[in-house]
T-cell receptor, first 113, second 110 residues
Framework: DAGVIQSPRHEVTEMGQEVTLRCKPI?????LFWYRQTMMRGLELLIY????????DSGMPEDRFSAKMPNASFSTLKIQPSEPRDSAVYFC???????????FGPGTRLTVL | SQQGEEDPQALSIQEGENATMNCSYK?????LQWYRQNSGRGLVHLIL?????REKHSGRLRVTLDTSKKSSSLLITASQAADTASYFC??????????FGTGTRLQVFP
């Protein structure tokens, strides 16, 4: 298996623009997680899905953030409109069981100017 | 709030030396995990220790868990330059998700 795949790897955009981050989890994994990592706040869980259904989105910062998982092999995290404080590295991870080993993607480094 | 706090925040050692980093957490757990993150990369799982285990080994890694003190330690023996990375502990607490600590940045000089 190729592991968790994220795209794009780097994204530079201007404030106010819409940003869409993509993730393909490992085949067969029932759980998918979106994290955000910054120097100030460390690694934060934004939202996670079980069998394509959002289970806990309490970490989503505000309404500008939304996430979908239309099928078992694809998820998106959208920020609209983006702001400079959204600049961070966004990781997607997948697993069979939520508190067992998680497999992380390489991340998307987002810079909002 | 974060469940795990690593100590020290940063550690610099010479190749061949041992590196020890600690993790403290707040609530009861089912398991505790350690992950490594190389610069610019995603986290990679290293080892998982369950609450009924006290010690676990994997290659040059040794993990201990003391549930009475709510703490764990990760020992890397005979460190190599390639071990340079950030190391995170993660606990499940009383939830169905992992909470990651703040991490220890390890620098191993050749």
């Amino acid at each position: 298996d190729a592991g968790v795949i994220q795209s794009p790897r780097h994204e530079v955009t201007e404030m106010g623009q819409e940003v869409t981050l993509r993730c393909k989890p490992i085949s067969g994994h029932d759980y998918l997680f979106w994290y955000r990592q910054t120097m100030m706040r460390g690694l934060e869980l934004l939202i996670y899905f079980n069998n394509n259904v959002p289970i806990d989105d309490s970490g989503m910062p505000e309404d500008r953030f939304s996430a979908k998982m239309p099928n078992a092999s694809f998820s998106t995290l959208k920020i609209q409109p983006s702001e400079p404080r959204d600049s961070a590295v966004y990781f997607c991870a997948s697993t069979y069981r939520p508190t067992d080993t998680q497999y992380f993607g390489p991340g998307t480094r987002l810079t909002v100017l | 709030s974060q469940q795990g706090e690593e100590d020290p925040q940063a550690l610099s050692i010479q190749e061949g030396e041992n590196a020890t980093m600690n993790c403290s957490y707040k609530t009861s757990i089912n398991n505790l995990q350690w992950y490594r993150q190389n610069s610019g990369r995603g986290l990679v799982h290293l080892i998982l220790i369950r609450s009924n285990e006290r010690e676990k080994h994997s290659g040059r890694l040794r993990v201990t868990l003391d549930t009475s003190k709510k703490s764990s330690s990760l020992l890397i023996t005979a460190s190599q330059a390639a071990d340079t990375a950030s190391y995170f502990c993660a606990t499940d607490g009383d939830t169905d998700k992992l909470i990651f600590g703040t991490g220890t940045r390890l620098q191993v000089f050749p």
